[in-house]
């Protein structure tokens, strides 16, 4: 394992570490604001009742582990509202949460993020492709999990890669129900003699669609019911920074081994499809400061139905309006609203071109 440092107010950060201990008193011990998103499985305290076998009386491998049991619902929330708490402090003013359950705790949990201030943004459905049966056929087989992507509050303003998601869905926006297999076969961790490593243990595919969607290279991300590493590990793969916390050493151990044997990928295959909002802005004056466009030159709209003159202040004049590239191309078309950039071509070679690309080759130069 690494144990790079970054400072965060004079204070340290344990950067791609695992730390051992209870994740409230550790998050508490931890700088204020200093973390950009943090991925939370929690316990699902699922209130076993005895043994569950299969039909050939074989024996369920249930989630019945120690650090699953609580003794009421009123422990459970009490719990859940201390961890929310200490995870609140630590986010940065711009960071969120995503948090997982099943129908055991995930409404419990819900309601305890808004009682702490949290701002929710999206409830996810992950629909398994492949769920584990209902043995007992007394109820609907559990083919899904919920997610609930929050911000810190209200006025937040998270990391949303809105056309990476896009260009993962095969350039469909991308929607609120994840169809996306349960973790096994090779994925599947296992013990020395052969058994799941961890019971909950979640497919890497959730975890990329999640970092992909909601983080940037570098930024740091905290995992506070760490479990055998999932969120490490693809932090590391994807060239976010990774903060765990597990208090069973069993587990700690499965994550540090799994964590180094997993590399990260090369930064130019890191890069993601970015919204055009997000790139600089390039007022349509300044293709006409720099020569670019002339004062006088005749724009063309793209449509084939309009043509406007550009002015020295990089405004234009159509028929009887004047305006910028998008209040003429509206008042041109009759219309409420009109993208300019997109609107208006100019002459090269006796080609019509967008004046889209005069603006591109400024942002390439800016980011070059």
């Known amino acids: 394992m690494t144990n790079s440092k970054h400072t965060n107010g004079g204070v340290s950060l344990p950067l791609n570490q695992i730390l051992s201990g209870d994740c409230i008193e550790v998050m508490d011990a931890l700088p204020e604001n200093s973390v950009d998103l943090i991925f939370a499985d929690p316990p699902y305290n699922l209130q076993l009742k005895g043994e569950l076998h299969r039909p050939d009386n074989s024996k369920v491998d249930a989630v019945d582990d120690h650090w699953d049991q609580f003794d009421s619902f009123k422990v459970y929330d009490e719990f859940s509202r ?44 992950w629909r398994k492709s492949n769920p584990m049966p209902n043995f007992r056929g007394m109820r609907l ?116 081994r799994r964590i180094k044997d997993t590399r990260k990928f090369d930064n130019e295959s890191l890069e993601v499809s970015t919204s055009k909002r997000a790139a600089p802005r390039v007022p349509f004056g300044q293709l006409v400061e720099r020569g670019m466009l002339n004062p006088g030159e005749k724009l063309y709209a793209l449509n084939g139905r309009h043509t406007a003159k550009v002015r020295a202040d990089g405004t234009l004049i159509g028929n009887d309006c004047k305006g910028s590239i998008h209040q003429v191309g509206a008042a041109l078309e009759g219309a409420p609203s009109c993208n300019g950039w997109t609107y208006w071509g100019f002459r090269k070679e006796g080609k019509t071109m967008p004046i889209d690309l005069l603006r591109e080759q400024i942002r390439a130069e800016m980011s070059a």
């Open 82 to 125: 201390d961890w929310l708490r200490a995870a609140r402090r630590i986010l940065k003013p711009n960071g969120a949460i995503w948090v997982i359950g099943s129908y055991h705790n995930i409404f419990r949990v819900g309601a305890c993020l808004q009682d702490a201030g949290y701002w929710i943004m999206n409830d996810v459905i």
């Open 141 to 256: 087989t559990n083919a899904h999990e919920t997610m609930i992507w929050a911000t810190k509050d209200e006025k937040s303003k998270p990391t949303f890669n809105y056309e990476a998601l896009k260009a993962l869905n095969d350039g469909v926006q991308m929607r609120s129900d994840w169809v996306l297999p349960i973790c096994n076969g090779h994925e599947r961790l296992k013990d020395a003699e052969g058994n799941k490593a961890h019971p909950t243990q979640k497919p890497e595919s959730l975890l990329h669609r999640v970092l992909i969607g909601s983080t940037n290279v570098g930024d740091v991300v905290l995992d506070p019911f760490f479990g055998t590493g999932t969120t490490g590990a693809v932090a590391k793969k994807l060239g976010r920074n990774f903060i765990g916390i597990e208090r069973e050493e069993a587990y700690r151990k499965v994550a540090a």
